[in-house]
């Protein structure tokens, strides 16, 4: 059985209509999304994933995140998955919590999350993450171990497995390179770029161009991959990876 799988950093800023009619043009069997926010005034308030799954008709799981150094109005955040597919199982884990009051961002909760789904007589896990930002994406101790938790994760997942996220890392990266010892890389090539859409700036990195590769797609071995495209759209700051596999 084929099935799509949307891979999307959301964008704490962007309105949640925006993103609902998206997902509805794309029309994934499957959706993987970091920065949902939870009670943000630029949201109305609303759990997004929720109004998303309401809205758009499909089963959901997310895990709420603190958010320690919020900006004024944010709220909370989560990760979460959206799917049209039955869900039969639910988990979680952090990979990371904060050893300094999380006041910047590569010390704040980051959490795995995976909900394993009925694709026609097979169980499908699909696990999304988003991994800490570091200044211009490099590796540093405290994100190596970050990474290591993740890995320990995917470590047990040999079969029948997707991991999606925002790695906020480069594709030579540590955790690039590692996870593609351990799983399939599933496209798009890596020279697809997915950040930035909309300007950035922190601690003195800046950046207005799509200039930066930092969302991916793996697979177990026993997932056929047959298509993976960076999504073209205005919406969010990152732009969507849509892949279709065989299971």
Request: charged share 20%; aromatic share 10%.
């Amino acid at each position: 059985m084929d099935i799509t799988v949307l891979q999307w950093n959301v964008w704490i800023f962007e309105k949640k209509k925006n993103l609902a009619k998206l997902i509805k043009q794309v029309d994934p069997d499957v959706v993987c999304l970091q920065e949902l926010t939870i009670g943000s005034t630029f949201q109305d308030g609303a759990n997004v994933i929720e109004y998303l799954a309401n809205e758009l008709g499909y089963n959901q799981f997310h895990k709420a995140i603190p958010n320690l150094a919020p900006s004024e109005g944010v709220g909370d955040l989560a990760n979460g998955i959206l799917t049209r597919l039955p869900i039969l199982s639910t988990d979680w884990k952090w990979i990371q919590e904060p050893q300094n009051g999380g006041s910047t961002y590569d010390d704040q909760y980051r959490l795995y999350v995976e909900a394993t789904i009925k694709v026609g007589e097979r169980e499908v896990t699909i696990g999304t993450v988003h991994v800490s930002y570091t200044h211009k994406f490099q590796d540093t101790a405290q994100r190596k171990s970050e990474v290591d938790n993740l890995l320990s994760i995917v470590q047990a997942k040999t079969k029948a497995y997707m991991l999606t996220g925002d790695f906020n890392s480069l594709p030579e990266s540590y955790l690039v390179t590692n996870l593609g010892a351990q799983l399939e890389y599933a496209g798009p090539d890596f020279g697809v770029k997915t950040w930035t859409t909309k300007p950035f700036s922190y601690n003195g990195f800046e950046e207005t161009k799509l200039n930066w590769r930092l969302d991916y797609v793996f697979a177990s071995k026993d997932i056929k991959v047959l298509s993976s495209q960076a999504v073209e759209t205005d919406y969010s700051d990152h732009l969507p990876i849509l892949t279709k596999v065989s299971v």
